[in-house]
């Protein structure tokens, strides 16, 4: 066995006597000062986090990485079947941070092979800024929003952006040669869009997002000119007043619900070009308006959108927009791919198409208000006999209202038009047709999945044809 190996597991056994440890010193402290769980877990989950902060100056191989996150996982997973360890698992609310937390551990250390300090700063933004939201948030929030069945509180909010931006620009700034001012605007800015992600996660797993998000906007932002950045806060701050100020002037989303839309909106701007937000943009207003003509239906019930049906909404978008950024900029064959945005046309169809089935069940509906869903449940809508009708309607509105504008924008020509009239008007074909099968769930969040498997099914099949007539070109 070689020396460098003995080192190896030498070190390994030392962390893995530090993680058990860390068990045993909040089992000790739950039992003999019975402090709140939500202490005990931050205690687990700070003393972990910087233990697995310094790894990359601990640690030559990702496999040991992995071996001691198992390890973790089986402890986690066996105590909590077993009713043990309640400093960790004794909380009311529903939580996998434990679960996420060594799996992101592992991937960012992957993914960080020799960069140590972007692992660090991920890591550190996990660990201090989400402990110390948490701690003064519990302690002195008053202004809370809700994040479907949880709350959070503006002041926790505040202190996780305020956490973030310090952690990461004194890292770059003490660690790394980057420039001063591309330090402060990266970190304003991964500050913004990772308290976003922090607002909007569910059931622990910021656990996961927000260290990846973190090293993949170190990554990204980095590399790029002051200039470039300035325009980027810029545009970000402008998106979330837009969305912020619709959101509280027509309240159909919550603020967790708007904080989704802001992300999907600035990954449009971020990962595509300007004119990418023209559709998010202006269907999000529609729908809004929408809404807002309706408003007076909806204050009994008072239903709003929320993260769960942001995401629905927006993945099939969003997926599109990450497939169009790949091809561009990381993957360079088949070189055809990488040409043009061949993936707009499709984009904006899948939002055309999103917006007309949401606009066709805008109505409140029993349940909507606790999963934030309004409009969503097909059990309650009876519809007419001249529903297909009102489907096709609603599409062409959506083609009006969302494709016209991104294709003025984009100087997109009449065939890339006529792609995406397909997709808009597919995806709500699909939905009328499916949403009638008698084994399908009637209640929410059910019709809104069947929605965007429906877009996503009328995206596919667009491609599926689109492509080879690509490929020719």
């Not at 399908?440 to 996503?456: E, Y």
Request: aromatic letters at 12%; charged letters at 10%.
């Amino acid at each position: 066995m070689s020396a460098a190996l003995v080192t190896e597991l030498t070190r390994a056994a030392l962390i893995g006597a530090a993680f058990i440890a860390l068990f045993v010193a909040a089992e000790l402290w739950r039992k003999l000062g019975a402090p709140p769980v939500e202490w005990t877990r931050k205690l687990v989950h700070f003393g972990g986090g910087v233990i697995a902060a310094l790894f990359p100056w601990l640690i030559t191989s990702h496999w040991t990485v992995l071996a001691l996150g198992a390890a973790f996982l089986g402890i986690l997973w066996g105590t909590r079947r077993l009713g043990l360890l309640q400093s960790v698992h004794g909380v009311a609310r529903r939580s996998e941070g434990g679960i996420y937390f060594p799996i992101a551990i592992y991937v960012v250390f992957l993914l960080g092979s020799g960069r140590p300090v972007a692992y660090f700063i991920s890591v550190l933004v996990l660990v201090v800024a989400d402990a110390a939201a948490a701690v003064l948030g519990s302690a002195y929030g008053r202004l809370t929003y809700d994040v479907e069945r949880d709350k959070r509180s503006l002041e926790g909010s505040t202190v996780f952006f305020v956490a973030t931006f310090l952690i990461v620009h004194l890292s770059l700034l003490l660690l790394t040669d980057i420039d001063r001012t591309l330090s402060v605007l990266a970190a304003l800015q991964i500050a913004l869009i990772v308290t976003l992600f922090e607002a909007i996660s569910i059931e622990g797993n910021d656990n996961l997002l927000v260290p990846l998000a973190t090293y993949f906007l170190l990554f990204k932002l980095t590399q790029q000119m002051p200039e470039t950045l300035q325009l980027q806060l810029v545009a970000q701050l402008v998106i979330i007043s837009i969305i912020g100020l619709m959101a509280w002037r027509i309240p159909f989303v919550t603020g967790s619900g708007a904080a989704a839309l802001t992300l999907f909106v600035y990954g449009a701007y971020s990962l595509g070009d300007p004119e990418w937000v023209v559709g998010p943009t202006v269907g999000i207003a529609a729908f809004g308006l929408l809404f807002a003509r309706r408003i007076e239906d909806f204050r009994a019930s008072n239903p709003k959108y929320q993260v769960i049906a942001a995401f629905y909404i927006c993945i099939v978008p969003t997926l599109l927009l990450l497939a169009n950024n790949i091809f561009k900029t990381i993957l360079l064959r088949p070189e055809w791919l990488a040409v043009g945005d061949p993936f707009y046309p499709v984009f904006l169809g899948a939002c055309a198409a999103q917006l007309a089935i949401a606009a066709w069940n805008l109505e409140p509906t029993a349940g909507g208000s606790a999963l934030g869903m309004p409009g969503w449940n097909a059990e309650s809508s009876a519809r007419p006999p001249h529903e297909w009708s009102l489907a096709v309607g609603f599409a062409f509105a959506a083609l009006v209202v969302v494709i016209g504008p991104g294709a003025y924008a984009k100087g997109i020509g009449w065939p890339s038009i006529a792609v995406a009239a397909s997709v808009a008007l597919l995806g709500p074909a699909i939905y009328h047709g499916a949403r009638h099968l008698a084994w399908w769930p009637k209640h929410p969040p059910w019709n809104i999945r069947l929605a965007m498997a429906s877009v996503a099914l009328g995206s596919a099949t667009v491609l599926a044809a689109l492509l080879p007539a690509l490929a020719r070109r």
